[in-house]
């Protein structure tokens, strides 16, 4: 049997320490980004209004919101 290493989570086997800190490095990492806007849908709908050619003032209404 291998030691029990004391972790944030309990007592686990070392492999399953390192499986939850990549998974915990993984999640910070996406809702980092999600913050960021990174996964932000709105703007890349509003890039693709301005490249089809709608008029001047829907674009200027899809920026002020």
């Given at each position: 049997m291998?030691?029990?290493v004391h972790?944030?989570?309990?007592?686990?086997p070392p492999e399953w320490v390192q499986a939850d800190s990549r998974l915990?490095?993984?999640y910070k990492d996406k809702r980092r980004a999600k913050q960021h806007g990174a996964f932000?849908?709105?703007k890349n709908?509003?890039?693709q209004h301005e490249q089809i050619g709608n008029s001047?003032?829907?674009t200027q209404f899809n920026r002020q919101t």
């Open positions: 291998s030691v029990m972790s944030k989570y309990g007592y686990e915990d490095k993984w932000s849908l709105g709908r509003e890039v001047s003032a829907k």
